[in-house]
């Protein structure tokens, strides 16, 4: 694999992704980048300032009760209840905070969430925040599931997103195509990295990547 690029994006220039070339597999496709959100997930300073940015989208009329997150993004998830609560964003339930949660997902592949963690889904206004989406079907199971668990779906964040869209509900990502201009994506048996023979560099999803012997 190559050194990783630094991406900065276009509406938040405060915010850098650092983009490493290379053939990965995700669970859903294969891609020429592993956008590395690790610092952004874990750092405070550049976790803050990724909240901000997303709590921007919230802070007209949305009512958020619980923000579930993936892959790691809880960090972030409390930063940005904190700046939508300063932004006098919302809360109906009855202990006016916000909820800041993630799903189990079990060896099905399923995202549950088990008895003590329902209250906090059932009859509550849900954000759903995730690192990165390509195709979309992360965020559709976790917006199937909230929605099965009796959750209202209030928004979708991504660091990163590929769609525009999910189910109808915009996705409102720091990061788009737009910003990486030669990022790619395909399905294993339309992949050009395969069809010339090159060998995968690593596997990869949301959490990180791990590099092929």
């Known amino acids: 694999m190559q050194e990783a690029k630094k991406m900065v994006s276009k509406r938040h220039p405060g915010i850098v992704l650092r983009a490493i070339p290379g053939h990965f597999v995700t ?4 891609i020429n980048y592993y956008l590395d ?3 952004l997930k874990a750092r405070q300073s550049e976790a803050t300032e990724a909240a901000k ?3 921007e989208a919230y802070m007209a009329s949305t009512i958020v009760d619980t923000i579930v997150c993936m892959e790691g993004c809880e960090v972030i998830g409390a930063y940005l209840a904190e700046h939508l609560t300063r932004a006098g964003v919302h809360s109906m339930n009855a202990h006016k905070t916000i909820y800041i949660t993630s799903p189990e997902i079990n060896a099905t592949g399923q995202m549950i969430f088990r008895e003590n963690l329902k209250p906090m889904i059932r009859n ?3 954000l759903l ?3 990165a989406a390509t195709t ?12 099965y668990y009796g959750g209202t779906i209030t928004g979708v964040s991504a660091i990163f997103s590929a769609v525009s869209k999910v189910n109808g509900i915009p996705v409102n990502s720091l990061y788009t195509m737009a910003d990486i201009a030669d990022y790619k994506m395909s399905t294993p048996d339309t ?5 010339e023979g090159k060998p ?7 959490y990180g990547y791990s590099i092929v012997q």
């Open 27 to 30: 669970p859903s496709s294969h």
């Open 37 to 39: 959100m690790s610092m």
């Open 53 to 55: 940015a997303m709590a």
């Open 124 to 126: 509550k206004h849900v």
């Open 129 to 131: 925040l995730l690192a």
């Open 136 to 147: 979309g079907n992360t965020m559709r199971n976790a917006l199937d599931s909230i929605l």
């Open 191 to 195: 992949c050009p990295f395969c069809k």
């Open 200 to 206: 995968i560099d690593a596997i990869a999803n949301g």
